[in-house]
């Protein structure tokens, strides 16, 4: 499987930060790769990208302000064979490349992400009212992963709700 590396530069308008690579994503190298991944799709109906980028186009998100990263590189099927070890170390490389690279919103997409980063039991989709790395916002996405049994209305208002934060 190959690397999935980051899509990154400093001071991006958002950072998007995922659990890890699928195995979709492991074998083609490209982030959001798998077929019913909806992250793409999401960005487009928010108006946070003017149209659909393909998984293999990503580096474009970079001409947007935007950029990819995720909490684990590993690659695994589900979220769920991610090991506390590994959110652990994976929570120490996130919080550097933050302190490094300074997006003004660190996005997660996935409560899960972000309750695995914060260390929080209780989150909600949203701007967060405290901030893991001084001055740059929390902002946490549903998962945009077919997995996911959220309805792509209610993943669009989030996403929504994220470009609003961010046109400000």
Request: glycine share 8%; charged share 25%; net charge positive.
């Amino acid at each position: 499987m190959k690397p999935v590396p980051d899509i990154i530069k400093p001071q991006l308008s958002i950072l998007f930060i995922g659990f890890n690579p699928g195995l979709r994503s492991a074998e083609t190298g490209k982030h959001f790769a798998g077929h019913s991944n909806r992250f793409w799709r999401l960005l487009t109906e928010s108006g946070l990208t003017p149209r659909q980028l393909k998984p293999e186009e990503g580096d474009e998100l970079l001409s947007f302000g935007y950029g990819i990263t995720n909490i684990v590189a590993r690659p695994s099927k589900a979220a769920s064979e991610i090991s506390k070890a590994e959110y652990l170390e994976g929570g120490k490389v996130l919080k550097r490349k933050l302190a490094t690279y300074r997006p003004k919103v660190a996005c997660y997409a996935g409560i899960g992400v972000y309750r695995e980063f914060a260390a929080k039991k209780e989150v909600v989709c949203g701007l967060q009212h405290d901030s893991i790395v001084p001055g740059i916002a929390d902002f946490v996405l549903p998962s945009p992963s077919g997995l996911n049994r959220i309805s792509l209305a209610d993943q669009l208002h989030w996403y929504c709700e994220l470009r609003k934060l961010t046109m400000k």
